[in-house]
């Protein structure tokens, strides 16, 4: 396991293009890929942090940025969105933690 956060996130950029499709659907704005969405939930995971907090860490951080191939940093509520439609799909299910569950729980 690694304390940096710039190979976890090219970790789970790979994990991310190799699981997931590049969209989540033909008519998505593409401005972003379901991987790089997924790093992200994933730094999210691995800073201990909201969604508003990985938002501002990746916007002040240009070589995260960069290493996510991201033009632009999305809007917490992409993550949210994106986090809660892969639940439910059941594509996060068996790698990823009750995230949602813990995160309704402290509201």
Not at 15 to 31: H, I, M, T, Y
Not at 46 to 74: H, M
Request: hydrophobic share 45%.
């Amino acid at each position: 396991m690694t304390k940096s956060p710039l190979a976890v996130a090219r970790e789970a950029l790979v994990v991310g293009e190799q699981s997931l499709p590049a969209q989540a659907n033909k008519f998505s704005r593409k401005d972003y890929t379901l991987a790089q969405l997924f790093a992200l939930l994933v730094l999210r995971k691995f800073f201990r942090t909201d969604y508003r907090g990985i938002v501002t860490i990746v916007g002040e951080w240009a070589e995260l940025q960069k290493t996510l191939g991201l033009v632009k940093v999305p809007d917490h509520s992409t993550l949210w969105h994106v986090e809660r439609k892969l639940l439910k799909k059941g594509g996060l299910h068996s790698c990823w933690p009750p995230a949602a569950i813990a995160d309704e729980a402290v509201v």
